[in-house]
């Protein structure tokens, strides 16, 4: 079963694996070991443009670790190549700390793609703070009022709606592989670069359906504009508990996106503890606790070991799909 693509980030790929490649010829500085870190200001580079999941919650973060850790704090945005542009924009920084990386799980998928010119020994995966299903969504005025309306029509109609959501090869599209496997029919996928930009697409009616977390379009989710037909949770979330599963309708799809932090390999221990005992303020405080009962988050809260685990077995894991849709190889 293939999925039918547009052309995507061949260009950025590219260009990121050009850095990658003259990063190793270049000297970077040698970090210096913490004392009292951080002694300066700390970038969190977020990998995807403003308004959308990632972005809030990198926004967020950045608010309380100056509230609580008395940090100062910049927001970086750069959004491009499914996560590239990001990533290597830390590793042309020096492994201190200093540049954190917000980004989702999403990584591994570009790594097996190549999209990413990097490997996961690359980083150090300091914490998963959000995990977070996808679901089908559609505007309230849609003919779809449930996930079997939208098989039913998807069958015997091939690719016969415009389904679209974040990333080519990534965590959604997977996502909608699943379905379609299960459902035994076929779709298109049309990427965006930002999630943000899939609820602007399906509220303009530039797309008939989307496969995003519910967080993407959350106030919409909330005043009636979108529908969200299935979540791909085992059990019927308590964020959305009008909401059915994608199994309780018959199609065996379980899954959920994490967004955390990570830096650059080589980075010191200390430093890392640093940036941890920061972290677990943050995650202690009410405001926090607040933030993620309104964004309709779960807090998985991974720290390092567990984190590197859990993404080299998704990387193992998504490769059968991507193999499949001539992702990778």
């Known amino acids: 079963m293939t999925i039918n693509r547009r052309t995507f980030g061949t260009r950025v790929a590219g260009a990121a694996l050009g850095l990658a490649l003259a990063l190793s010829s270049v000297a970077l500085p040698a970090p210096a070991m913490a004392a009292g870190f951080p002694e300066k200001s700390v970038t969190l580079v977020v990998w995807a443009g403003a308004g959308g999941a990632l972005d809030t919650y990198g926004r967020k973060l950045a608010e309380l670790l100056e509230k609580e850790s008395g940090w100062s704090v910049k927001v970086d945005n750069r959004p491009g190549g499914s996560g590239a542009v990001g990533v290597s924009q830390i590793m042309t920084q020096p492994a201190d700390g200093y540049n954190i990386l917000v980004f989702t799980g999403t990584l591994t998928f570009g790594i097996a793609q190549g999209l990413i010119p990097f490997e996961l020994k690359d980083f150090r995966m300091l914490r998963a703070m959000q995990s977070e299903p996808s679901s089908l969504a559609v505007l309230s005025d849609s003919q779809f009022k449930s996930v079997d309306d939208f098989v039913k029509y998807m069958k015997e109609n091939p690719s016969g ?142 720290k390092e070991e567990e984190f590197t685990k859990r993404a080299e077995s998704d990387l193992t894991n998504q490769l059968e799909f991507l193999k499949a849709n001539g992702y990778a190889q």
């Not at 009616?205 to 529908?227: R, W």
């Not at 390999?265 to 890392?272: I, M, Q, S």
């Not at 640093?274 to 809260?301: G, L, N, R, Y």
Request: net charge negative; aromatic share 10%.
């Open 161 to 302: 709606q415009k389904v679209g959501g974040h990333a080519p090869g990534g965590f959604h599209q997977y996502m909608l592989y699943q379905l379609m496997k299960s459902g035994g029919f076929e779709s298109g996928w049309i990427p965006h670069d930002a999630s943000g930009k899939v609820t602007l697409a399906l509220l303009g009616k530039h797309i008939d359906a989307a496969m995003m977390t519910p967080s993407t379009g959350l106030a919409q989710v909330k005043n009636g504009e979108i529908k969200l037909l299935g979540v791909s949770t085992d059990k019927r979330s308590e964020f959305l508990p009008d909401t059915p599963t994608f199994k309780e309708q018959g199609y065996d799809i379980e899954g959920a996106v994490w967004r955390g932090i990570a830096v650059k390999a080589g980075t010191p221990d200390d430093v890392v503890e640093s940036i941890q005992a920061a972290v677990d303020k943050v995650t202690a405080s009410a405001d926090w606790k607040k933030f993620q009962t309104e964004q309709f988050q779960d807090s998985p809260d991974w």
